[in-house]
């Protein structure tokens, strides 16, 4: 069995917890520290200790990977415990002030965000129930539960294509693609989940909808927040998550942003492909991220657990100048993003497609929907 040791740099999310408790106990300038160590402390760390290009052995029991699941497993319990803790902190002490509270607040919304949600993207991607229920835990604490069926129904299978609404168009800044993803990913979650029930011969208000669920766990996490802090309670767990919403969808812009597949006639698309995704080989933020950057190979092994995820060459998979905590916040400067982005997804054009003279309709989304869907 891979020992702690070797599994400890994927716990550096625990840091995150001292520092929430810091900031809501001390005030200040303590409460900015959490986005503080979650993008500028790991970018400083990726500069310092560079790339790590190393591939894991992917027959490597599940056995083996104990210590490395367990961060992910026990993530719920801590971040249910932090986002509602504070809330009844605050809400019954008087030393933070209205911004103190926001900042800190923000930085809480960093840790669902950051950390949270990814860390349910990992579980809600295995095939046991009490992995996939700790993910539907952690998405109804950000009132995002539509995207498990969203990622897993819609995103893998229809990923560069325009049925996937959370492939980012060429040239489309990040704050168009955020609202057009708010407006689209919840009715075309609902729809993929329709259609399913439809081949199965029920109707879309079956109980086995999981929307029952998602509804039933979201309602009480509002009730838990509003019995907790009032008012002013649900304010601020609405305001966490909406900042780990907005993060989510920030890595889903970088993550794909401009990489089509290549249509072939009659609704029909290529395989999806290495080539398909923005890869980061940075070390310290693939730990914080649990290997999310390694994101070509998610795609090609959708159930491979995270510490066995393989890298890829620049010669099979574009690569991303920095990590993820660098280029979500460029993303959030569109002209900055285009003047670094666009040469590199021309040149992957280029090198992957010299046969495709017009990009005019991929740019606009306006290739066919794939077929079946």
């Known amino acids: 069995m891979r020992s702690l040791r070797h599994a400890l740099p994927f716990w550096l999310s625990l840091g995150m917890i001292p520092l929430a408790v810091l900031g809501a106990t001390v005030g200040g300038w303590t409460t900015a520290l959490l ?20 591939n894991p052995d992917t027959a490597t029991p599940e056995a083996d990977l104990l210590w490395y699941r367990v961060i992910t497993m026990i993530w719920f319990p801590i971040q249910f415990v932090t986002i509602f803790g504070l809330i009844w902190w605050v809400t019954h002490t008087d030393h933070l002030g209205t911004l103190e509270t926001l900042v800190l607040f923000f930085g809480v919304g960093v840790i669902s965000g950051t950390v949270g949600i990814v860390y349910s993207h990992e579980l809600l991607h295995q095939k046991n129930r009490v992995e996939r229920w700790l993910g539907d835990l952690l998405l109804a604490s950000v009132l995002y539960s539509h995207f498990r069926t969203e990622h897993l129904l819609v995103h893998h299978r229809h990923v560069g294509t325009p049925r996937d609404a959370v492939t980012a168009r060429y040239n489309e800044g990040f704050h168009r693609f955020f609202l057009r993803v708010l407006r689209e990913c919840p009715a075309s979650a609902w729809r993929a989940e329709v259609q399913m029930l439809a081949r199965a011969g029920k109707g879309p208000l079956d109980r086995r909808n999981p929307f029952w669920r998602y509804a039933a766990l979201q309602l009480a996490m509002l009730a838990l927040a509003l019995i907790l802090g009032g008012w002013t309670g649900l304010g601020l767990f609405l305001f966490q998550a909406f900042i780990a919403v907005w993060q989510l969808e920030l890595t889903n812009y970088v993550e ?11 609704g029909k698309y290529e395989h999806v492909l290495p080539r398909h995704s923005w890869n980061a080989a940075q070390t310290a933020s693939n730990w914080l991220l649990i290997n999310l950057q390694r994101h070509s190979d998610h795609h090609y092994k ?3 657990r995270f510490p066995l995820l393989q890298t ?4 099979e998979a574009p690569q991303l100048p920095f990590g993820y905590p660098a280029m979500t916040t460029m993303a959030m400067i ?3 993003w285009r003047r670094r982005m666009n040469p590199r997804v021309r040149a992957w054009r280029k090198k992957y497609y010299p046969e495709i003279t017009d990009w005019k309709p991929y740019n606009r989304g306006d290739t066919p929907v794939p077929r079946g869907a």
């Not at 402390?41 to 790339?51: K, W």
């Open 256 to 266: 794909h942003y401009g990489l089509t597949r290549k249509h072939l006639g009659n």
């Open 334 to 336: 569109p002209p900055l």
């Open 302 to 304: 959708p159930d491979r």
């Open 35 to 54: 986005p503080v160590y979650g993008w500028m402390l790991v970018t400083v760390l990726d500069a310092i200790l560079g790339l790590n290009e190393e």
């Open 312 to 315: 890829y060459s620049e010669d």
